[in-house]
């Protein structure tokens, strides 16, 4: 199995948080859940571990990537995104624990798991901590975004966030335009394939066009709503927003300008809102995943932190 420790760290508790003190420095963490998730089953430990059931990192980097990516959307917590390299090879015991088989020191999560001292310093300011009822919910979104989306753009817009929080602000905005063009050409293709061009030949006719044109096409015409009600069609004031990070874009490529840290937000703005409207597109409903992750949040917190009697 090939696992990794989400980043920040959290714990999967369905009990109140005095019971967690008192549970964590007594035990190892134990295997919570087994679900399924993009064809493999995903082993899921009480301190935020979890481990796929293949040998084949890619394949597995890109499960865990839609995990964390649902999480992030869902939980309002951001998860470092994983890479190929950073898995570790992981046994379950017979007692629940998980025995760790290699070691690598590739990322903050990697360095965490290995080292306890740290972790215990890390997690003294509290804990964060989800319901198991929650979680299923994050995996039920992940197996949709695995469906409706291309694995990149899973694994780009958590390293956009994760490369902002980090002070890397011209990779952050390099990165985050991705989106926005994927986002932009996918939309012109929309047009063009309800004017009866067939979408082959709307594909070919877009990727042949540069991004301004684009862009100028899509401002001089109407917003399309995808399964109405739709909260998230380009409007003209979105697209020119998109038209002016193309330009900091261009000085960023070209001339060698840095991206500035307001610079890296708004493009982080620019690309979440990209990836919502390409989720709408594959038919992908956010807004009922959000609906129904709710009420199980509430009922997570008063269970964790129940009145004084």
Known sequence: MLGVLAYPTFWIWDRTRKELLEVRFQRNPLQCMNVALG???????????????????????????????????????TLEPVTERALEVVEVSANGTRIPRTWTLIQMANVINMYEESRKELESSGYFTVGSSELLVVLEFAEALLGTTKPGSVYRLLEVSNMLSSGQWTGSFLLGWITVEEAIDSELVILYSQQGMSPTKAEAAVSRLKEWEVLSELKARSPISLSPPDPTPFDLPLLEEFDKLRVLRNAIVHNGAPATEADAKRMKEASTRAMWRLMRRRALNYRAFLSKIGPLQEASKRRLDPPLT
């Open 39 to 77: 064809g493999s089953n995903v082993h899921i430990f009480e301190d935020g571990y979890f481990a796929v059931d293949s040998s084949d990192r890619l394949s597995a980097s890109r499960n865990l990537n839609a995990l964390f990516l649902s999480f992030s959307l869902l939980e309002g917590k």
